[in-house]
């Protein structure tokens, strides 16, 4: 269940968190909800909409209801046969899950040339199809007034959770209580949740990752940035774990691949689910991720990445088992790197923040009483989040400590049959009946994605942190007497030792082991030997007790929140802007035009790049490596209908300026006519941080040209049949 009001102190986020307020510039700056479509109708029509706005708030119609989530990334549907298109690292889990060292698909890519050659993807994979977007506001808040603290936090949570039950009655569903605006609205969103997902097509590495992480989030760009999937139902149309007996499943509708070429200027919009912005913070938070937490979290993936790349070095299994955690390290390092690069080409971009919030807090003073209480509630916010940084490193350190690897595993059976011992609806969240298939799923997986010596080592990087950067009032006791060291040790004498019996005598390792542990009773956990299972034991009561803290202080930032949001729309409004929602993973709209940008002085860049210009990137070695069979497409002059007589060429990637972030991954690009024209894929490094600041003069997404995948298709991969059955002329 997605209720958005506990903060991940407890685990070191994956995926980008921005944290800076800019109200909206410009109509263009915003993810927008699909409700909102209506009232921007004039704007969009003036950069060039053909469509109804209208149509664009419609989730049963095309072409909202062909876009779907992955769960982290965008996809969508482009076949009546349940053929799915998003971004090749996107499904670079699946295609990492379904290779060895003797068949590596990411290296070499894949095409399954009927649907009994599909494979199943990694049995966590789900496709999620919106159906319903439903206020319940009311539902959730009415009578919180009286309540604070771990109150309302447990208020929200049960109310939430009973409007879910509720909702999945039917079967085959998910749904989830979203927040938006800090909690002053809520929605509840219906998907059909659909299990059996397989692996269809993926170009080589050497296209699908082309340029590597070297190239990530720059231009110019000419990475082949995608891959198909596809949806699988029972027979009789329902969702329905993995079976051979499954058949495509039929959506409603489908986008449909334009043949028509873009040129710059035109318009285009994105839709998808973007998962994480906070533009709508304030200068304490902003302060903090400059000067600390980003920082802290940039050595920790560097030191990791080392820490994989020394211990896989002789190890080709391990490193494709590791193959998919590294790329994501690598994108989130440079991700947060690349906001402090940007902050740091800002004047002062706390102070920006600050004369933001001035300004605001002036107009509230203007208002006499009307807004004495947002005055008061934003202080009392601000004073909330300063307590909260009290002890921001042990939440952290001891958080990865016992989330991550081999000790994850443990705590989450521990807790796991700690929570079986309740009524459903009282269990935590991811711990309910309804979470019982993926955490058996992931249990199944661990062996694709987990090596005992890599492990170790990042358990030893891990605990050295923690011994090294939480302060001493700050430590854990407990933790504290399983490593034998006091709280003013800031090194571990015989860690080595102690890792190598933790891991040599725990059975955890062995799938069968890790299944027969996720049906044991909370008892019989407690009373094992498994030297993994007792650290679980040992640190649990901790943990459980940090949570009741934070959602006590989750609570009462519900309280405030919203009031100071409520004063935010107030003070736009007042001055005729327009207020989106931050992202938070449900689906939005967003819309521009395709759109070159000067990165720096004298230098201005064009939106498109041609395949051409990839030949000339290729130096024969990874990251810019070329199959030897596109070199020799290419060179032969082959696909004449994928050339823009614009460009003399195929176009590769192209920019745009539409308003994106991590989670739009895969989302489809259309043109004016609701047309599929590419995929977006990344965003260009100025941008970085435009979850916290939008410039609409820096601000670029990065999208792969439809036509740059029909002509790999058609002239590399030989994929034709899929071009078929989207439709599509091929030579």
């Given at each position: 269940m997605k209720i958005r009001l506990l903060p991940a102190a407890l685990a070191?986020?994956?995926?980008?968190?921005?944290?800076?307020?800019?109200?909206?510039?410009?109509?263009?700056?915003?993810?927008?909800?699909?409700?909102?479509?209506?009232?921007?109708?004039?704007?969009?029509?003036?950069?060039?909409l053909r469509m109804d706005p209208a149509s664009l708030s419609d989730l049963a119609s095309k072409p909202l209801d062909a876009v779907i989530s992955l769960g982290g990334c965008t996809a969508s549907f482009v076949s009546p046969q349940g053929l799915v298109v998003t971004n090749h690292h996107c499904a670079y889990g699946n295609i990492q899950y379904n290779s060895t060292p003797e068949r590596d698909l990411l290296a070499e890519g894949f095409v399954a040339a009927t649907l009994a050659d599909e494979l199943p993807a990694a049995p966590t994979s789900r496709i999620y199809v919106t159906q319903?977007?439903?206020?319940?506001?009311?539902?959730?808040?009415?009578?919180?007034?009286?309540?604070?603290?771990?109150?309302?936090?447990?208020?929200?949570?049960?109310?939430?959770?009973?409007?879910?039950?509720?909702?999945?009655?039917?079967?085959?569903?998910?749904?989830?209580?979203?927040?938006?605006?800090?909690?002053?609205?809520?929605?509840?969103?219906?998907?059909?949740?659909?299990?059996?997902?397989?692996?269809?097509?993926?170009?080589?590495?050497?296209?699908?990752?082309?340029?590597?992480?070297?190239?990530?989030?720059?231009?110019?760009?000419?990475?082949?940035?995608?891959?198909?999937?596809?949806?699988?139902?029972?027979?009789?149309?329902?969702?329905?774990?993995?079976?051979?007996?499954?058949?495509?499943?039929?959506?409603?509708?489908?986008?449909?691949?334009?043949?028509?070429?873009?040129?710059?200027?035109?318009?285009?919009?994105?839709?998808?689910?973007?998962?994480?912005?906070?533009?709508?913070?304030?200068?304490?938070?902003?302060?903090?991720?400059?000067?600390?937490?980003?920082?802290?979290?940039?050595?920790?993936?560097?030191?990791?990445?080392?820490?994989?790349?020394?211990?896989?070095?002789?190890?080709?299994?391990?490193?494709?088992?590791?193959?998919?955690?590294?790329?994501?390290?690598?994108?989130?390092?440079?991700?947060?790197?690349?906001?402090?690069?940007?902050?740091?080409?800002?004047?002062?971009?706390?102070?920006?923040?600050?004369?933001?919030?001035?300004?605001?807090?002036?107009?509230?003073?203007?208002?006499?009483?009307?807004?004495?209480?947002?005055?008061?509630?934003?202080?009392?916010?601000?004073?909330?989040?300063?307590?909260?940084?009290?002890?921001?490193?042990?939440?952290?350190?001891?958080?990865?400590?016992?989330?991550?690897?081999?000790?994850?595993?443990?705590?989450?059976?521990?807790?796991?049959?700690?929570?079986?011992?309740?009524?459903d609806a009282e269990r935590e969240s991811g711990y309910q009946e309804r979470d019982a298939a993926r955490i058996r799923g992931a249990m199944e997986a661990l062996d694709k994605r987990f090596d005992p010596v890599v492990d170790k080592a990042l358990m030893a990087l891990r605990l050295q942190r923690y011994a090294s950067q939480v302060p001493a009032g700050q430590r854990v006791a407990e933790l504290d007497a399983w490593l034998g060291i006091d709280a003013s040790d800031n090194t571990i004498p015989g860690l080595e030792a102690k890792l190598d019996a933790l891991y040599a005598g725990t059975s955890l390792e062995d799938a069968a082991a890790r299944l027969g542990w996720l049906e044991a009773d909370r008892v019989a956990i407690e009373a094992s030997d498994d030297p993994a299972l007792r650290l679980a034991v040992a640190m649990m009561p901790v943990v459980l007790a940090e949570e009741a803290e934070e959602k006590a202080r989750a609570g009462r930032i519900a309280a405030l929140r919203p009031r100071y949001m409520q004063a935010m729309i107030d003070f736009n409004a007042s001055q005729g802007r327009p207020v989106y929602p931050d992202a938070n993973s449900s689906l939005r709209i967003t819309f521009g035009t395709v759109r070159g940008y000067s990165p720096r002085d004298g230098v201005r860049t064009v939106p498109f790049t041609t395949l051409e210009g990839l030949v000339d990137k290729v130096t024969g070695e990874e990251p810019f490596a070329s199959p030897q069979s596109q070199l020799d497409a290419i060179a032969d002059g082959r696909g004449e209908r994928y050339r823009m007589a614009s460009l003399g060429d195929v176009p590769v990637n192209f920019l745009s300026d539409v308003d994106t972030t991590g989670g739009n991954s895969g989302s489809p690009t259309l043109n004016a006519d609701g047309e599929l024209v590419g995929l977006l894929f990344d965003g260009n490094y100025e941008s970085l941080n435009a979850g916290w600041i939008f410039n609409p003069e820096l601000t670029r997404s990065i999208h792969v040209d439809t036509r740059y995948m029909r002509w790999v298709m058609d002239e590399v991969d030989h994929a034709e049949h899929l071009l078929e059955e989207m439709g599509l002329p091929h030579d």
């Open positions: 070191l986020a994956l995926l980008p968190a921005a944290v800076l307020n800019a109200p909206a510039a410009h109509a263009d700056e915003g993810m927008w909800q699909p409700s909102q479509m209506p009232e921007l109708g004039d704007r969009l029509r003036e950069l060039g319903d977007i439903r206020d319940v506001t009311g539902q959730v808040t009415q009578g919180l007034e009286s309540m604070d603290g771990k109150a309302r936090y447990d208020a929200i949570d049960a109310r939430s959770k009973a409007l879910v039950a509720e909702c999945e009655a039917p079967g085959g569903l998910r749904c989830n209580v979203y927040d938006f605006h800090g909690g002053l609205q809520f929605s509840l969103i219906r998907q059909l949740e659909i299990q059996d997902v397989r692996l269809v097509y993926a170009p080589s590495g050497m296209i699908g990752k082309f340029g590597g992480d070297e190239d990530n989030f720059e231009w110019p760009r000419h990475t082949g940035d995608w891959a198909f999937l596809r949806a699988y139902v029972a027979p009789d149309g329902t969702p329905a774990p993995y079976s051979e007996d499954n058949v495509p499943y039929q959506p409603a509708s489908w986008l449909t691949v334009s043949q028509q070429p873009l040129a710059e200027g035109d318009y285009v919009m994105v839709t998808g689910y973007p998962g994480r912005t906070n533009r709508y913070r304030l200068p304490g938070e902003v302060a903090e991720t400059i000067e600390w937490r980003y920082p802290v979290l940039v050595r920790y993936f560097q030191d990791s990445l080392d820490v994989i790349e020394r211990t896989t070095a002789d190890d080709p299994a391990a490193a494709l088992k590791y193959a998919s955690t590294v790329a994501g390290y690598n994108n989130v390092l440079k991700l947060y790197q690349g906001n402090l690069d940007g902050f740091a080409r800002m004047d002062d971009p706390v102070g920006m923040k600050q004369a933001r919030e001035d300004e605001l807090e002036a107009w509230l003073s203007a208002q006499g009483d009307g807004g004495a209480g947002a005055l008061e509630a934003i202080a009392a916010l601000e004073q909330e989040l300063a307590e909260a940084r009290q002890t921001r490193e042990r939440d952290l350190w001891f958080g990865n400590v016992v989330g991550g690897g081999l000790a994850g595993t443990a705590m989450q059976l521990y807790r796991n049959a700690i929570e079986k011992e309740k009524p």
